[in-house]
């Protein structure tokens, strides 16, 4: 420790990263050996090809041959469709395809893995203003050693998405309101996050309010932060109204994400009910669902995540709330986790004011340990297809 505390910060965040991601390399391309020829994967599957299962085959063909001009309908019921995934990440695979002369699969799991060494340099940078270096590289180790952290490096969005999520609430929490801005118009295009983000811009902007008597807010500044309350808005709206002006269809985009939903729509709430009693039974599964929602108001509210400060609290409460409220829970809820990374630092007990520093790699330690066994059990179980159907990551 005292030769890592010697090293550039970023150096050892970045180090870091990149060791879990050597590790879950290493077990994908195992895995690959087991995985049996599919049209995702060819008849030969290796590590590349892998890193296409799933939604990485709805990007690839996005990439390669772009969204449809109308909704798939099939005996009057809209089929699932490439409207339901956002278009920034396949489209920067596809200008790099064209730029390198290389095939989606190198190119779209090169991106995502560079987006995530990203993404762990700012969340580093994010945290360390926050709760010190010790506790921000204990924070992004966890993190980066997450059960379903091997998708940051799979032909998906997620570390596009995260790049873009750390970049904003930096920017947010040093009241770098235009750049927050257009990290937000970036998002818009990228992962359906912007209504929380909306919560946390709110609570930004009123903290920055509360201090105009110390401070006065000038007509400039006060303008760029609502130019940021703005742009959460707008994000929220563009991909739906792109989708119902490119097909001619004003619900397309919700019309798509229903295809995907249990009873073929959206309904709130109900999906984590419905879910709870199906894996708990009918006395013990509210109870759990009750647990687990205390829990999470007392990792966020209590003394021990004050150290994170206001935004990166209402974030991960905000986030959690949005999920419940749109996602229908299933398998795919491990990789929705990820962008919750600051509960990795409280769990660790970085988020104390006054912590015991001489913990934090011991903690930190087991549940790195305890995260790249769950990616093991992760790419077998989920990422892994067994034909005719399965589970997906």
């Not at 305890?370 to 790419?379: F, H, I, K, R």
């Amino acid at each position: 420790m005292r030769r890592l505390r010697q090293r550039p910060f970023l150096a050892v965040v970045i180090g870091v990263y990149l060791l879990c991601r050597l590790f879950s390399t290493v077990v994908i391309a195992v895995v690959a050996h087991y995985q049996a020829p599919v049209s995702w994967t060819g008849p030969h599957p290796d590590y590349f090809s892998m890193t296409v299962l799933w939604d990485g085959s709805w990007y690839r063909h996005i990439a390669e041959v772009g969204y449809p001009a109308r909704l798939p309908v099939i005996n009057g019921d809209i089929q699932q469709n490439d409207w339901a995934f956002y278009p920034a990440f396949p489209m920067i695979a596809r200008c790099l395809m064209w730029v390198t002369g290389l095939g989606f699969p190198v190119v779209a799991s090169t991106l995502s893995l560079v987006c995530g060494t990203g993404a762990a340099g700012l969340m580093g940078v994010l945290l360390r203003d926050r709760v010190g270096r010790r506790a921000a590289i204990a924070g992004v180790a966890v993190f980066a050693a997450f059960l379903s952290a091997p998708v940051l490096q799979l032909a998906y969005t997620e570390s596009l998405a995260m790049l873009l999520l750390c970049g904003y609430l930096l920017a947010i929490g040093r009241e770098r309101w235009l750049t927050a801005t257009s990290l937000a118009l970036a998002i818009g295009l990228t992962r359906p996050i912007a209504a929380p983000l909306a919560v946390v811009t709110l609570v930004a902007v009123w903290l920055r309010w509360r201090r105009r008597a110390e401070e006065p807010v000038r007509i400039r500044e006060g303008a760029a932060a609502l130019s940021a309350l703005a742009g959460c808005g707008v994000a929220g709206l563009m991909w739906p109204a792109i989708a119902g002006w490119a097909t001619g269809d004003p619900t397309a985009y919700t019309d798509t994400m229903a295809t995907w939903r249990s009873g073929g729509e959206i309904v709130p709430v109900k999906p984590w009910w419905d879910m709870a009693h199906y894996l708990a039974g009918d006395t013990w599964g509210p109870i759990w669902l009750v647990v687990i929602g205390v829990l999470l108001l007392a990792m966020m509210l209590g003394p021990w995540a004050r150290a994170l400060g206001p935004e990166l609290r209402v974030w991960t409460l905000s986030y959690a709330a949005y999920l419940v409220l749109v996602l229908d829970p299933w398998t795919s809820i491990y990789r929705y986790l990820l962008p919750m990374f600051p509960l990795a630092v409280v769990a660790v007990g970085g988020g104390w004011t006054d912590r015991r520093e001489r913990l934090l790699p011991w903690r930190a330690g087991l549940l790195v340990v305890l995260g790249l066994a769950g990616e093991v059990w992760w790419v077998w179980e989920l990422l892994r297809f067994v034909p005719p159907t399965d589970f997906p990551p």
